[in-house]
């Protein structure tokens, strides 16, 4: 079965094209991460595949996905594997911050140097004094299928690492997979290490700002009655919620819950006005098909658009736009 994630995400070779793959499970991803473990953690390092549980001092336990001991820098790895689709709370601070209290448990480290010997016979070479060092010095890998989509407000990944780097040092690496049609030998994986720090970063390529004007610039382009139209759709739409701010841009106006959630922006054609929405595609509902489906860039970050140049138009607009705001609320 073919699997592919984004069909705009591509490699050109000279033995043709390569489509980002989907994996079908995070089972799928981890056996990946496995056979390439060398070359995503580095030469110096074993990966245990180990899933046993362990538990903290209370008795709360958990299973990791694995452990990465990296010999050149004496430091445990607790390693998660992730699908980005995934609810990040659930899936992953909620696991890691088990995996942390069970570490603060002096049993469970002679478990782990007990666990990690058997599976790696030279280890008994090494001092025990050594080995509980390594263990003492822990840190956390997050391996996943992407960084999540920087056009969105809200990175979840980022937003993870932000609350566990409280409680160690995180990595989240990106593991992607390549393929020509249904996964085969003739593949390709891409996989970069991001630190907190360079998840920021990466984050804040994807910033802008804007600046101001004054509403009347806008009314300059428009006839009277489209002037009206939007007099009366703006009041409207600032009726919907207490919370929402009508903000003025150059070539625009845009509607928003807070300095990054915008959730709807009227444009200025001649004639007419020009909605554009941020919205679920799975759950909007539009029975008069009055939108159309937009593509998403860095700089504009709206699903569906309409126009409007008719008073008519106003109740069912509205009745649109409220749900694109119910869309950035739940967000």
Known sequence: MIRIR???????TKDGKYYLYNYESEIELE?????HSSEIFGKNTHYFNIKKKISSKAGFGTVPDGYVIDFEEKKLYIVEVELIRHD????????IVDFIQAL???KTHGELIEIFREELPSLKNMGRKNLEFIVANRSIIILIDD????????NPLLETINFLSKFAEVKAIPFQTYVKGSYSKD????FKSFTKEELEKESKKWTFKWTTVDPEKHFNKLNDESKEIFKELSKKICCIAPDIKEVHRKNWTTYQISKL??????KFPKGCLEIHMKVNKEAFVDNRKLTKDIKRTPAWTFDKVFTINSRDDMEYAL????QAYECICRK
């Open 104 to 106: 603060d448990n002096e």
């Open 88 to 95: 990040m709370r659930r899936h992953i601070r909620n696991q």
């Open 187 to 190: 593949h390709v994986h891409s």
């Open 31 to 35: 056996r990946m991460v496995i056979e």
């Open 147 to 154: 960084i999540g989509d920087p056009m969105k407000e809200i």
């Open 319 to 322: 009745h649109l736009i409220k």
């Open 261 to 266: 959630g915008n959730f709807c922006t009227v």
């Open 6 to 12: 984004n069909e705009e995400a591509v490699i050109v």
